[in-house]
């Protein structure tokens, strides 16, 4: 079964930058129709961050993290990416990432459209 590895989270101040990564665990990035970043901060519900259509490299982007966030990915190294840029407090959250193996339908940013997730990795923005 294909795991998803995120890494790259950690603590800055606002107007830092964090990259993330996720590493697939198999020789099968080219078989996932879709990879996105979630987040979910304390109390509130799991969010669409990102996503890249893998074929094409068309992205998604939530509108709270346009202009700020890049999603990219490397299929040679299975790896999807996020670079953070501009951060603040309110992007402080769990980061997760996750991928649609199965050509499930719905709108990119909905959570049930995923069928692999990793384990996520904190991102903590100070004022």
């Known amino acids: 079964q294909v795991q998803l590895v995120e890494s790259g989270g950690g603590s800055v101040q606002a107007g830092g930058s964090l990259r993330l990564s996720c590493a697939a665990s198999?020789?099968?990035?080219?078989?996932?129709?879709?990879v996105a970043w979630f987040r979910q901060a304390p109390g509130r519900d799991r969010e669409g961050v990102a996503s890249?259509?893998?074929?094409?490299?068309?992205?998604y982007y939530a509108d709270s993290v346009k202009g700020r966030f890049t999603i990219s990915q490397d299929n040679a190294k299975k790896t999807l990416y996020l670079q953070m840029n501009s951060l603040i407090p309110e992007d402080t959250a769990m980061y997760y990432c996750?991928?649609?193996?199965?050509?499930?339908?719905?709108?990119?940013?909905?959570?049930?459209?995923?069928?692999?997730w990793g384990q996520g990795t904190q991102v903590t923005v100070s004022s």
């Open positions: 198999e020789y099968a990035y080219s078989r996932f129709w879709m």
């Open positions: 996750a991928a649609d193996s199965k050509g499930n339908g719905g709108w990119w940013y909905e959570a049930q459209r995923y069928n692999t």
């Open positions: 890249i259509v893998t074929a094409v490299g068309i992205t």
